[in-house]
């Protein structure tokens, strides 16, 4: 093992953890109108994070640091997502951020929980996955915490609570595994499982599963995702329902990689997603607040997602798939919130009727972000949803196909509900301009910034969706152990 | 060139957009003349046209997309698209004449209709499924935006029943295309490749599934009975140029669908389940006249017709999967029948809808009971309906005669039990005749006094539509010449 060489291919992590210090340390020396100093640095170490990330997929994969921890396909396009995605997050929350009371610590926050999210694409040892866990998690509680309203104390307790729940599942899981498997590592689990008592290694997978579910917001461990994403502030919603996510869902594909037939964990994982779009799709039918409809949205997602990783390693579609997937649902998702961002008084369906008139670029962002959930084409998600059909269908899940299928129809529904409201003639917010208090046109104004990263999004969402193509090639290449 | 002609509708729309304030009598002419040019460039096409060998496309395009998938960006043309590409560029020439008097926010709905134009020409001319799917869901989300926005009535109601039906049809679709993929060898979306080597020919279970997929998602386009339900609502509460459009291009859709994807990419299971096919075209043909001849809306009544008209082509691509020995002649004429009722429904409903919309427009009501004797104050309004709808029940002269004239020869011939279908002629002839006693004879009463007759843009588009319709029914040799041998080729796929 090579220590400095390994080190080198960390440097996209080293990068995010640098910046995360050097925010906090001069967050804490600047004055608070000069703060604006640390989210540039935030941003600045995720650009350099990012370029270094995309030349480390241009080496050969390889693992690091005895096998635990992978540089490969995975880890790469996990860690561009990340970091890319918690750039959008800040320049989205610009006007919502800055100028606050922690400012410094909310990009020093998001910066380790993003550093978690990485870790937990690349790990490849399961003390790793649960260093990963606990770094994404911590910083969340905090950040969700952060805006310190009643609901947001609520929705941090609730978070913790069942952070902790299954964070110490999970750790009983990788115990279990360690117990049967003679390691932690990956590459040696792999043979070693496939001798083990099926039912004991199937106690550890469910339980390690568990814990990743509450990460990625998927059945069972979904409660706090519509609390949190309600209460929180929209940039903190916006990251905890996407970032994450890229994380546990790579996680949880490379550890289902190397878990032999024994247990029937394909059916498994087909039940937790079909759970995950049923669920989060009936509970998003009759929401009024738009934040906690995207919450619920984002849990159907995950279902989507899943569908991929219950096929993993038994179609060659399987890995490209959920990749596209995970890039086209972070910008689209990332897309929808700026638009909320953007329009910071409108929080429930019926404010936002006639806004189409007012904002009508922002009403062609959402149009864009919400068809995009749906998997309209021509945008990245229709994409991801294709491939990840057909890798099931490949992989033998035709029903869980077909499940999916009806709930991209049943999502469309609430989409609409808040979509068709927009286009209405009669606006919600009617007042001539004339008349306003200045607070009240502050208010009625859009948030520049948000707006722009919303149009931005939008854009990209459909530009992905024509290159399509070439991402799936580039994701084409196996996972290493 | 075919990329030209897709795109242009949209790269204009999107001009139309993007540029700030275009003013409004700008955007009407704007969309009117790219509608016209790109009539234009078909009616080139259509003059240059070769019918290309059994096999080939004509002005085909294909450049890589996503090659790990077998999915390219693939266009072209044969005897089944070309004239549906025209009659798609026919319509929404007519409706941007129509439109032209149009005050409620003119910029944006010339915008929205080239979009949907585009998306519209591209299904016709893809030849990839995944390239055909992403027109087929892009001219859903026009629809629906060209309902939930310029309907009247209960139109955001509508515009979602609309959306939610037929986004179920596009996803079944959907998912027979990704059967179709995983059961080519090697794993491919290309049409054309697909209809070489089709997969599950061997595998009836299999591709029975595949096929039931691909028949529900089209079935709901077409509509078909008993998948219709969406219909009424949507046509009623739709503008008129959003009717004629959803009547004469969007429902065609499905009924392409059967002759290019279900029929040469699947022919075993075809063949199984062509009885099937036949069942529900008859029930469409005779539940959709009956229906309609109980409705006093005419809107209403007009849609519940389609669906009759739409069953015809129905029956007659189930009856083109009835192989025997010596039926090739009459299978090509079944195909060729349901491709012109394709050509002929599209031209005469679309006037009939947009004659329906001068109702609407002049008096806010499409009940027949409320009108009479519009014949006095407005002669030509009644001309033209009564011309729509003489068209519409088949009398010859019209499209629609040599249409369903070939449909029965070619169905009958096959499968003697299409004579079943027969009375729907009968009650169709019945209710229009009917509609148009009421409507226009006697004395003017109700809300007819006072009428005034058809301007300018209305007769100029509506006619132009009745002229072509009587144009192909005098003439159709130019029509059939194109359709027949891609008929036979469809045939021949399906005989294998």
């Known amino acids: 093992m090579n220590v400095a060489l390994d080190t080198l291919s960390l440097l996209p992590e080293v990068f995010v953890l640098g910046g995360a210090i050097v925010a906090l340390l001069a967050g804490s020396f600047l004055p608070r109108n000069r703060q604006v100093a640390t989210r540039w640095i935030a941003i600045w170490a995720l650009m350099a994070s990012v370029v270094a990330a995309a030349v480390g997929m241009m080496q050969p994969s390889t693992t690091i640091f005895e096998a635990s921890f992978a540089v490969d396909i995975g880890s790469g396009f996990g860690r561009i997502i990340i970091a890319l995605g918690t750039i959008f997050v800040i320049v989205l929350g610009i006007e919502e951020l800055s100028g606050t009371r922690r400012e410094s610590e909310t990009y020093a926050l998001l910066l380790l929980a993003a550093l ?76 070693a499982l496939l001798g083990a008592p099926a039912a004991a290694v199937a106690v550890g997978v469910v339980a390690v599963l568990g814990g990743l579910m509450f990460k990625a917001g998927g059945v069972p461990g979904h409660f706090w995702i519509p609390d949190a994403t309600q209460a929180a502030g929209t940039a903190v919603a916006a990251f905890l329902t996407t970032i994450p996510k890229v994380g546990a869902l790579v996680a949880a594909y490379r550890l289902l990689d190397i878990i032999p037939a024994s247990i029937d964990w394909p059916l498994l994982v087909g039940l937790l997603a079909a759970a995950s779009m049923t669920l989060g799709n009936l509970a998003a039918f009759w929401q009024d607040d738009v934040r906690r409809l995207l919450g619920w949205s984002t849990v159907s997602q995950v279902g989507y997602l899943l569908l991929p990783v219950a096929v993993a390693g038994r179609s060659d579609l399987a890995l490209p798939s959920l990749l596209l997937y995970l890039a086209g649902y972070a910008a689209t998702n990332l897309t929808a919130f700026a638009v909320v961002a953007a329009l910071p008084t409108r929080r429930a369906i019926t404010d936002y009727r006639g806004a189409a008139s007012s904002h009508p670029w922002l009403a062609g962002a959402l149009v864009v972000s919400l068809l995009g959930l749906v998997g309209t084409p021509p945008t990245i998600v229709f994409v991801g949803k294709l491939t990840t059909l057909a890798a099931a269908w490949d992989g033998g899940l035709v029903w869980l196909v077909v499940i999916a299928v009806i709930n991209s129809v049943a999502s469309l529904f609430y989409y609409l509900r808040w979509l068709a409201p927009m286009f209405s003639r009669t606006p919600a917010l009617s007042y001539p301009t004339a008349t306003l208090s200045p607070v009240a046109a502050a208010a009625r104004a859009r948030r520049r910034w948000a707006a722009h990263s919303a149009i931005t999004g939008a854009v990209f969402v459909l530009v992905l969706g024509v290159v399509a193509g070439g991402i799936l090639s580039i994701a084409g290449s196996p996972l290493v152990h | 060139m075919l990329s030209l002609v897709v795109f242009l509708p949209v790269l204009t729309a999107v001009f139309l957009v993007v540029v700030p304030r275009v003013p409004d009598r700008a955007a009407r002419w704007a969309w009117l003349g790219i509608a016209l040019i790109d009539l234009a460039l078909l009616v080139g096409m259509w003059i240059a046209f070769d019918s290309p060998k059994p096999g080939d496309l004509a002005y085909e395009e294909q450049l890589q997309w996503m090659p ?90 509508s515009a979602l029943k609309f959306f939610l039906y037929t986004f179920l049809g596009s996803l079944a679709l959907l998912l027979g295309f990704i059967g179709l993929y995983l059961g080519a060898d090697p794993h491919t979306f290309d049409m054309a490749e697909l209809a070489q080597s089709p997969p599950f020919q061997n595998s009836p279970v299999a591709g029975g599934f595949v096929l039931a997929a691909i028949l529900i998602g089209l079935a709901i386009k077409t509509p078909t009975f008993p998948f219709h339900t969406w219909l009424p609502p949507a046509h009623t509460d739709a503008p008129a140029i959003g009717s004629a459009v959803l009547a004469g291009v969007l429902l065609k859709m499905g009924t392409y669908g059967f002759v290019r994807i279900a029929m040469p990419l699947l022919p075993d299971a075809w063949r ?48 083109a999967g009835v192989v025997s020995d010596s039926s090739a002649q009459a299978q090509e004429l079944a195909v060729t029948g349901a491709v012109v009722q394709m050509v002929s429904h599209g031209l005469i409903t679309s006037a009939l809808f947009l004659l329906a919309g001068v109702l609407y427009e002049r008096r806010q009501s499409y009940d027949l009971n409320a009108f009479g004797g519009l014949a006095a104050p407005a002669p030509r309004y009644a001309a033209f309906f009564a011309v729509a709808a003489f068209a519409s029940l ?103």
């Open chain 2, 68 to 157: 790990s998938v077998g999915s390219s960006y693939h266009l072209g043309v044969d005897g089944l698209s070309l004239p549906l590409l025209t009659l798609t560029a026919v319509i929404f020439a007519a409706c941007a004449v129509y439109a032209l008097r149009e005050n409620d926010r003119p910029r944006p709905q010339a915008a929205l209709f080239l979009f949907l134009q585009s998306a519209c020409l591209g299904v016709f001319a893809a030849q990839d499924l995944i390239l055909f799917f992403v027109f087929f869901d892009l001219s859903l989300v026009g629809m629906y935006f060209v309902i939930a926005g310029w309907g009247h009535g209960n139109a955001a109601r």
């Open chain 1, 116 to 191: 978690g999210a990485m870790l937990l694409s690349g790990a490849s040892d399961l003390l790793i996955l649960v260093t990963g866990y606990l770094l994404t998690s911590i910083p969340l509680y905090a950040l969700i915490g952060m805006s310190r309203s009643p609901h947001a104390a609520e929705a941090a307790m609730k978070t913790y609570l069942l952070g902790a729940l299954l964070g110490i599942m999970m750790m009983l899981g990788v115990t279990v595994l360690f117990g049967v498997g003679g390691g932690t590592s990956y590459r040696q689990l792999g043979p």
């Open chain 2, 394 to 496: 088949g009398l010859p002269g019209f499209s629609g005669f040599i249409a369903e004239f070939q449909i029965f020869a070619g169905s009958i011939g096959t499968v003697p039990l299409s004579l079943l279908a027969l009375p729907g002629i009968l009650i169709t002839a019945a209710l229009f005749l009917l509609a148009s006693q009421r409507l226009l004879t006697g004395k003017p009463r109700g809300l007819s006094t006072g009428f005034s007759d058809l301007n300018t843009n209305e007769t100029l588009s509506i006619g132009s539509l009745l002229v072509l319709s009587v144009v192909i029914g005098v003439f159709p040799r130019f029509l059939l010449d194109i359709i027949e041998p891609a008929a036979s080729v469809v045939v021949n796929l399906v005989s294998r």
């Open chain 2, 272 to 319: 199984s389940w062509a009885w099937v096919i036949i069942v529900v075209g008859i029930v469409s043909v005779l539940y959709g006249a009956l229906v309609a001849l109980a409705q006093t809306d005419v809107k209403r009544m007009i849609a519940y017709t389609s669906v009759n008209h739409m069953g015809y082509i129905v029956l007659a691509v189930g009856a």
